[in-house]
Nanobody, 126 residues
Framework: QVQLVESGGGSVQAGGSLRLSCVAS????????MFWFRQAPGKKREEVAG????????SYADSVKGRFTISQDNAKNTLYLQMNSLKPEDTAMYYC???????????????????WGQGTQVTVSS
């Protein structure tokens, strides 16, 4: 059974940094596509970043390009999201997701039938 456990969220001031981690278990980690999504109150869940190791592809939402970096450590079955220059509008619950199959549409890696973690809260104050 796929399990994803996020950590690293917290409260920071605008301009600060956080690194989110997601430890995965229950499947062959290196063969899956991995993602970070976020959902702010009253808004739809949106993809922040995705990584498709098989194709050497990473993708980012326009709103976080140049500030966030997605990476993974296959030896530790862990996905990361380094978030720099945080803004109040980055405030949201952040979710890790994985799927055995993904697509690339207009350069964006998208999951098919993802599994989700429980989320970690990120709050950025001005």
């Amino acid at each position: 059974q796929v399990q994803l456990v996020e950590s690293g969220g917290g409260s920071v001031q605008a301009g600060g940094s956080l690194r989110l981690s997601c430890v995965a278990s229950g499947y062959t980690y290196s063969r899956y596509c991995m993602f970070w999504f976020r959902q702010a109150p009253g808004k739809k869940r949106e993809e922040v970043a995705g990584i498709y190791s098989g194709g050497g592809i990473t993708s980012y939402a326009d709103s976080v390009k140049g500030r966030f970096t997605i990476s993974q450590d296959n030896a530790k079955n862990t996905l990361y999201l380094q978030m720099n220059s945080l803004k109040p509008e980055d405030t949201a619950m952040y979710y890790c997701a994985t799927s055995p199959v993904c697509t690339v549409v207009n350069g964006i890696v998208e999951p098919i039938g993802p599994n989700w973690g429980q989320g970690t809260q990120v709050t950025v104050s001005s």
